[in-house]
Nanobody, 127 residues
Framework: QVQVVESGGGLVQAGGSLRLSCTVS????????MAWFRQVPGKEREGVLC????????YDRDPEKGRFSISRDNSRNALYLQMNRLKPEDTATYFC????????????????????WGQGTQVTVSS
């Protein structure tokens, strides 16, 4: 049984930082691309960042953002999202997802190619 568990969310002031973590069990984590998505109530889930199986390739949905970074530790079956200079508009529930393939597809930000999802962790940024 595949389990995906996010953690690290919370309340932070604008300009602050948070580091989200995601641990995965029940599948070959080191063979899969991984990604972070986020969702605000009433809106569609949107891709944030995707990372290839070996961590060498990362893709940012919004390259001009530059405030977030994704990383992974295959020895720990763990995925991370470092968020800096947070803004109130970053408030959302953040989800971790396991990819079907080793690399992020060209349409990764549409949720295409992701099989398992966590329950999400809430990030709230106050102004």
């Amino acid at each position: 049984q595949v389990q995906v568990v996010e953690s690290g969310g919370g309340l932070v002031q604008a300009g602050g930082s948070l580091r989200l973590s995601c641990t995965v069990s029940g599948l070959a984590f080191d063979e899969k691309a991984m990604a972070w998505f986020r969702q605000v109530p009433g809106k569609e889930r949107e891709g944030v960042l995707c990372i290839s199986w070996n961590g060498r390739d990362t893709y940012d949905r919004d390259p001009e953002k530059g405030r977030f970074s994704i990383s992974r530790d295959n020895s720990r079956n763990a995925l991370y999202l470092q968020m800096n200079r947070l803004k109130p508009e970053d408030t959302a529930t953040y989800f971790c997802a396991t990819g079907r393939y080793a690399f992020c597809t060209g349409a990764w930000f549409t949720q295409e190619g992701f099989d398992y999802w966590g329950q999400g962790t809430q990030v709230t940024v106050s102004s």
